[in-house]
């Protein structure tokens, strides 16, 4: 029977302990309201009231936050600890429930209703329910091999069914709301009903953790941890009817899969790596280079494209709003746009665009992408040695990466873009491969369907892409290669072109990166053509811009200082702001001489003008050549002189010139090397006219090499020459008869004020080149 009193105790709120009646153990008291409350205990007979809290994180809790019922106990002992914290032993006297919480300052102080229990009699109900306990809990020792053995002996010795259960629930790891459960049950025999359902179901877990960790030991070597850990883990999901799924890394890459829509090949090989993925320790080696493979291939565009702007008008406005000339590259874009609309279906073009530097063959290519709605993508060329830089690296080597090609694809997240290889005349080759021949399957509209990377091991749809080339000269990219290409001429501007550009494009754009307003900075007409003449020696516009961008500079300094609102720029104000000329150009002579020529050369910044000289020396036939001439110059100097000498009767020159007369020919500046199969004919009309003393016409400039027959070879660079020719004043200019073709590319301003006489022999040059029958003595 029940025979219960009130008592007013402190009270100690546990984090995380649960006290039973006839248990003893130790806990450590550091808050200030739960040592004041041990103080008070101490004074009053040792016993206190001993809770649980609902929550453990709590530091400060309230009478909301502690359980009612707890155990009344008895302090056995007392240690203090270093940092104001004490050790205490308790004993568990009863069970005990809160009736009133009489204080909650400066310690918790309560009523508590104690629960004394007579010995209850034991019937066969009782008696049985504490075997199956019994039973249970030996059962339990036994799985979870945590509980001495020992205890059963001291346990079968107990005869108070309510005694057994709190002992049994003392020795076993269970939750606080577990053991609250227990200790709340305030009859012998609801509290055994409690404890048998609180252990069968401990039983049934300890039977599957043995269960999985059998399966386990199976499975592993002892000493692999690693993997002992991931195949228990594996065991898990299998108990718990997850067999076959994957973390959710390898879930995410599944879904991806779906999404990408990847080719059936590629899709094979992914699911392929994710499998061994799978089986792969999450820190291993080679699962980090599959982890980076993988999501290499899930992040490519397989299937993703921008749809191109197929408006003509549109596409044409772009192009001349970006570019003033270069029409015959306008027209190549605007009918590739053309065919595009009317075939759904193309193979990507592969267009090379062939100039001088500075001439705009970068930004016309950003410019068709504008044009087409594409991503715009480049990849520069110059120096490039290493294949892999094309190809990739195979992923056997540490640090793999795709090429430049499939991660700027990657880049772009398009299947089309526009792909820019600039400067592909200066790629090279070394032990590490040619890159040059890698570019083969690149650049080749019947393979780049199937491009495969070396990294990638799979083949990617390039076919899509619109490839563009930029190089300098044809010279030095291989045969091979440039097969593959569509060659587009992207010549020199002439004076009266980049004056346009100046002033409609580089001006603005140079007033504005500088801070200034239109009306800040003004700069004439002739101010323009001046910088280009005297300041600049090129056949684009970069230079011109640099020099304008330094007048911008100095213009911005001054109204900084405040010298001055509005800066004018002018033909005689030019040196303060560019200092002297840097440059000159030759000019038309004052007169006729007799072993001066006029020849046009082509240079990597334009054409221009080159003056030969030749004086004969009595001596003994030798042949100088001096201003640094290349092999290509010396042959054909030495060419001219052989046909001078198998046509001394027609030319009324000495028979014996030969033996009789050192030759030398000289062009001026001589610290420039020349070279180039352009001065055959200017050289020997020199020679002739020095031999003769007959002056050559100054107002004449010309260009062709020469046979041994006086035939009359082309040359290339013809644009360039005539534009120098044109800037130098010249007035007719010579040109090989097979060179007919490349006038259609001179602008109609510079035909109007140039005569062009096409010559198949040198006898035509002769009759063009010498003034006949004019005195002009030497000393």
């Known amino acids: 029977m029940e025979n219960n009193k009130n008592i007013e105790l402190p009270l100690i709120p546990l984090r995380g302990l649960s006290v039973f009646p006839y248990m003893v153990l130790h806990f450590d008291v550091g808050r200030e309201k739960s040592i004041k409350a041990l103080e008070e205990a101490m004074v009053n007979e040792q016993t206190i009231f001993l809770t649980t809290q609902k929550e453990i994180d709590i530091d400060l809790p309230t009478t ?52 004394m229990l007579d010995d209850q009699e034991v019937d066969k109900e009782l008696e049985a329910m504490m075997r199956v306990v019994l039973d249970a809990f030996e059962k339990y020792v036994s799985i979870s091999n945590k509980i ?38 305030i009859e012998p025999k609801e509290r055994l009903e409690v404890l048998y359902r609180i252990l069968l179901k401990e039983i049934e877990i300890l039977e599957v953790e043995k269960e999985i960790n059998t399966k386990v030991r199976r499975r592993i070597n002892r000493l692999q941890k690693e993997y002992y850990l991931k195949e228990q883990l594996k065991a898990i999901k299998e108990e718990l009817g997850e067999d076959g799924e994957y973390d959710d890394e390898i879930e995410e890459m599944y879904d991806k899969i779906g999404k990408a829509k990847l080719p059936k090949k590629v899709q094979e090989k992914v699911y392929k790596e994710i499998d061994r993925l799978a089986k792969l320790s999450p820190g291993s080696a080679e699962g980090g280079v599959i982890r980076t493979y993988v999501n290499w ?30 029409e015959t590259v306008k027209e190549r874009i605007l009918e590739y746009l053309a065919i595009r609309k009317l075939a759904k279906k193309m193979k990507g073009p592969i267009i090379c665009l062939v100039g001088p530097p500075g001439v705009g063959k970068t930004s016309i290519a950003k410019s068709i992408a504008r044009a087409l709605n594409r991503k715009f993508v480049r990849m520069s060329l110059g120096g490039v040695r290493d294949e892999a830089e094309i190809r ?43 890159p040059a021949s890698a570019l ?36 030095t990219i291989p045969r091979p290669l ?118 046009l050369a082509w240079t990597r910044v334009g054409g221009d003008t080159l003056s030969i000289e030749v004086t004969p020396m009595k001596g003994t036939g030798k ?58 004919i200017t050289m020997a009309t020199a020679v002739i006219s020095a031999l003769e003393k007959t002056p050559v016409n100054k107002n004449i400039a010309m260009t062709g090499e020469i046979t041994l027959r006086g035939r009359v070879l082309p040359v290339g660079g013809i644009k360039e020459k005539v534009l120098a020719a044109n800037r130098a004043g010249i007035k007719k200019v010579l040109l090989p008869i097979e060179n007919e073709k490349d006038l259609t590319e001179i602008p109609e301003t510079v035909k109007r004020k140039l005569e062009f006489v096409l010559v198949e022999h040198m006898d035509e040059v002769l009759e063009h080149a010498l003034v006949k029958g004019e005195n002009n003595n030497e000393d």
């Open 64 to 115: 909301e936050d502690f359980y009612e019922i707890g155990t009344i106990s008895k302090i056995k002992q007392m240690l203090k600890l270093p940092g104001d914290a004490i050790r205490v032993l308790v004993e568990g006297i009863s069970r005990g429930k809160i009736v009133n919480v009489i204080q909650e300052d400066p310690y918790f102080k309560a009523e508590i209703e104690e629960y």
């Open 392 to 434: 990739g690296h195979r992923r056997t080597y540490i640090g793999a990466i795709p090429g430049r090609i499939i991660s700027s694809i990657k880049d772009a997240g398009s299947q089309n873009p526009v792909f820019l290889f600039d400067e592909i005349d200066k790629i090279s080759s070394d032990f590490r491969g040619d």
């Open 148 to 185: 001495s053995p020992e205890v059963m002996i001291s346990l079968s010795s107990i005869e108070e069914a309510g005694r057994l259960a709190d002992i049994i629930a003392s020795h076993m790891l269970l939750k606080t709301d577990q053991k609250q459960e227990i200790l709340e049950a």
């Open 297 to 326: 291939i899930l992040d490519l565009p397989w299937n993703k494209k921008t749809k191109d702007s197929i408006d003509i008008k549109k596409a044409k406005d772009i192009l001349e709003e970006d570019h003033y000339g270069l």
């Open 623 to 680: 042949l100088v050549l001096t201003g640094q001439l290349g092999d290509v110059m010396k042959e054909s100097a030495r060419a001219g002189l052989s046909y001078i000498r198998s046509r001394v009767d027609q030319l009324k020159i000495d028979e014996e010139f030969y033996k009789n007369f050192d030759i030398h020919i000289h062009i001026p500046e001589g610290a420039i090397p020349k070279d180039g199969p352009s001065a055959g």
């Open 440 to 475: 083969l399957e690149v650049l080749d509209p019947e393979q780049n369907k199937e491009f495969t990377d070396h990294y990638l091991e799979v083949p990617f749809d390039l076919s899509n892409v619109m490839f563009i080339t930029t190089a300098n000269t044809l010279g």
């Open 482 to 599: 440039l097969d593959r290409m569509e060659v587009i001429d992207v010549s020199g501007y002439t004076e009266e072109e980049k004056t346009v550009i100046a002033k409609k494009y580089l001006i603005p754009k140079q007033i504005k990166e500088h801070g200034m307003e239109p009306s800040n900075l003004q700069i004439s007409e002739q101010t323009v053509r001046d910088i280009i003449n005297y300041y600049t020696r090129e056949s684009g516009v970069r230079g011109l811009e640099r020099q304008i961008a330094a007048i911008c500079r100095k213009a911005a300094r001054q109204i900084v200082e405040n010298e001055s609102e509005i800066i004018r720029v002018n033909t005689t104000s030019l040196k303060k702001y560019l200092g002297i000329p840097k440059y000159r150009y030759e000019k038309v002579k004052e007169k006729n001489e007799i072993g001066i020529a006029t020849g």
